[in-house]
């Protein structure tokens, strides 16, 4: 995982990161199953107003089994 910060200005803050998970299972009852998960995200602070902070944010995850379709999500 990775997770960066910026202070573009003084009313402009970002955080911004990537995840990565593998998940591997070697079981004799459910077999041997790999999953992937992948996030991309960022999100923005506004404080334009004293007092108040203002947060919008994106996300997107991405999952990859071996046994199973993918499954892509956005949030």
């Given amino acids: 995982e990775g997770q ?3 202070k573009l200005n003084d009313i402009l ?4 990161g990537i995840n990565t998970i593998a998940n591997i299972v ?3 009852t459910y077999g041997n199953n790999s ?3 992948y996030s ?3 999100q923005a602070e506004i404080t334009a107003i004293d007092n108040l902070i203002t947060t919008i944010g994106l996300r997107f995850d991405s ?6 379709e993918s499954n892509n999500l956005f949030s």
């Fill in 13 to 16: 803050f970002l955080t911004y």
């Fill in 40 to 42: 991309v995200y960022t």
């Fill in 35 to 37: 999953q992937y998960i």
């Fill in 26 to 28: 070697e079981s004799i």
């Fill in 63 to 68: 999952e990859n089994t071996v046994s199973a």
């Fill in 4 to 6: 960066f910060n910026s």
